[in-house]
């Protein structure tokens, strides 16, 4: 096979598109969110059915109550035409909290699957996608484009009834009088021009204040982040200044979107206004020749105050869809990012392998064209400790993350216990390999529930991990001991200890396979001398790939691998390697700390 078909393609960009036009395809990949409850939409269909018949029906009760109050002659008496339209108010207010309840929670089940869906596939996408994108980003789509889909699936139900209502009350006026019903809507071919000429500015409004708003709180975000920073070198006026200007930009880009947004409101009322005084002039003429009775002139009144509100609804309703495609778009877009790491049919399980390594002729990189490990091949037998140094770039931790598949080679394999790793289920090879890193990560919780974090381990075999790599004792001088809540990313520890419960972790879960990368390289003298001790208990009876700058680390390792800019240049033991008067022993004999003191390149 070759390099080019396999290489991977860099991870895809996401788009920051914030409006766009209905797009049926997104419509009908977010129904198959909606389609799997069927009863709820039924409870919506039907409270919008009473919604909407209700507010029909109530002028029209009106209607005969005025004329058999003027006239005697409308149709049934008076007092039943009363309690009719106190019952019609009743079953309109019972059927809008229905409609609306039961909206809210439909789109709350929908929400709630789509942010699961999303966060599941999240989970198996590869790491170089998430490497190579802002976490800012993901998280806009998980929370913010959700949210937009959730506002568009709320008031939509809404925008349907406003649709039918408006099409009902048409129908009534026509019935009604077709001359004064066509006279009552004389102002809706202008209302449509009128939109027809504000949506496209508008539309290019609200972008500039997405974007605006975006430009600010990513300038916020950076310089919260970076506060450290900011303070060392003393650029909080600096800051303030350039984010002052940011935050103006903001301001005038949503005052002017604000004001676009209540243009149409006024231009409504007056429609609605001139659409009433023609039903008030022509009708009360029609009334007092006496062609029209006075309960259908109120009627009309009624009808046109009405039919105006639906559609200011809706106006802003099309403003909401658009957002609610874009976020459809990216979060699907989400969805649709290839899961390159999965098991094959029939992937294999490691449970009774040797926990031998082999790689045999692997080149692999992350960007097309640019290998970082060139044809490379190694053995590393089972229960060995075997240690990778090298400066910056040479391609350890590529090794380490090929081993434990969060990548696939370009060419060659890479194989445990005789399976290429492409070829064992991924929880099998999670099972069997685990991995401590520079800096451990470690989640909000208690201390215990990040030690077992990687299994199902019982609070006595913590307790007796948390010992055996020297933790247990300041873990039980914490506040609380085992139970001690960790804030962020267990920034209430020092690193030496978050690295030391990442061990313990380690231990627990009992791997077979044993990679460190890097994983005292920012650790303290005194700190390292009480870890090299853990490490001892860490590693009997384990295949061990020890990554390291510092030679102290890896000098009693089984054998040492000494590589340069992708390939092997050295390898043996500690004295085997002195011996050689190499690289490495050039490195020792000048009693540097770590390999990234020399410029191998320059002094090899």
């Not at 999965?342 to 009774?352: K, Y």
Request: proline letters at 3%; aromatic letters at 8%; a neutral charge.
């Amino acid at each position: 096979m070759s390099a080019s078909a396999t290489r991977i393609a860099p991870a895809p960009i996401l788009s920051e598109e914030v409006f766009a036009s209905f797009d049926p395809r997104i419509a009908r990949r977010f129904w198959a969110f909606v389609r799997p409850y069927p009863r709820q939409l039924a409870r919506v269909a039907m409270a919008v059915t009473v919604f909407v018949a209700s507010q029909v029906s109530i002028p029209l009760v009106i209607r005969h109550a005025a004329d058999q109050a003027v006239t005697e002659h409308g149709g049934f008496p008076l007092d039943i035409a009363v309690l009719g339209f106190f019952a019609l108010i009743a079953t309109n207010a019972v059927a809008s909290f229905l409609q609306e309840s039961a909206a809210a929670i439909l789109a709350q089940r929908v929400i709630f699957d789509l942010r699961r869906a999303m966060f599941v596939h999240l989970q198996d996408v590869s790491s170089g996608f998430i490497e190579n994108t802002h976490v800012g980003r993901i998280m806009s789509r998980i929370q913010g484009d959700v949210n937009s889909l959730q506002e568009f699936l709320e008031t939509s139900v809404q925008a349907v009834g406003d649709f039918f209502l408006i099409n009902g009350i048409i129908v009534v006026l026509l019935l009604l009088d077709w001359r004064l019903g066509l006279l009552a809507l004389i102002a809706l071919p202008a209302l449509i021009l009128i939109r027809a000429v504000w949506l496209p500015r508008a539309k290019l409004t609200f972008r500039r204040a997405r974007d605006a708003s975006s430009i600010a709180n990513a300038a916020l975000a950076e310089n919260i982040n970076g506060v450290r920073t900011v303070q060392q070198a003393r650029r909080e006026a600096a800051n303030y200044v350039a984010y002052e200007r940011k935050a103006l930009e903001n301001y005038e880009a949503q005052a002017r979107a604000a004001w676009t947004a209540q243009i149409m409101v006024p231009t409504v009322d007056i429609l609605t206004g001139l659409g009433q005084a023609l039903v008030v002039v022509v009708g009360g003429a029609a009334v007092y020749s006496g062609r029209l009775s006075i309960g259908v002139m109120i009627a009309f009144i009624f009808y046109v105050q009405r039919f105006f509100d639906p559609i200011r609804t809706l106006s802003q309703q099309y403003t909401v869809m658009q957002r609610a495609m874009a976020a459809g778009h990216r979060i699907f877009e989400v969805l649709d990012i290839p899961v390159t790491i999965r098991d094959r049919l029939g992937a294999a399980v490691l449970d009774g392998a040797e926990p031998a390594i082999s790689f045999r002729n692997v080149t692999f990189g992350y960007r097309p064209g640019l290998p970082v490990l060139h044809e490379l091949s190694f053995d590393i037998p089972a229960r060995q400790v075997v240690a990778l140094v090298g400066p910056t770039g040479s391609g350890k931790t590529s090794i380490a993350q090929l081993i434990r598949r969060f990548h696939d080679t370009w060419e060659g394999s890479v194989r445990i216990g005789g399976h290429d790793v492409r070829d064992v289920a991924l929880a099998s090879l999670g099972r069997t390999v685990a991995m401590v890193l520079q800096e451990p990560f470690l989640f909000t919780g208690t201390v215990l529930e990040n030690i077992r974090y990687a299994s199902d381990a019982t609070r006595e075999e913590v307790i007796a991990a948390a010992r055996a790599i020297h933790a247990h004792d300041f873990i039980s001088a914490l506040p609380q001991g085992y139970e001690t809540m960790l804030e962020q990313r267990g920034l209430n520890l020092s690193l030496g200890q978050r690295q030391l419960l990442s061990f313990a972790r380690a231990l627990v879960a009992n791997p077979r396979i044993l990679i460190l990368d890097e994983a005292t390289a920012s650790i303290d003298s005194f700190t390292e001398r009480r870890i090299q001790e853990a490490l001892k208990v860490l590693l009997k009876g384990r295949t061990c790939v020890i990554i390291a700058h510092r030679l102290a680390t890896i000098r009693e390792a089984d054998r040492i691998i000494v590589l340069r800019q992708g390939r092997i240049v050295e390898e043996g033991t500690h004295e085997t390697l002195i011996a050689h008067n190499g690289l490495y022993a050039h490195l020792h004999t000048r009693h540097r700390a770590s390999f990234d003191d020399l410029d191998v390149a320059n002094e090899a």
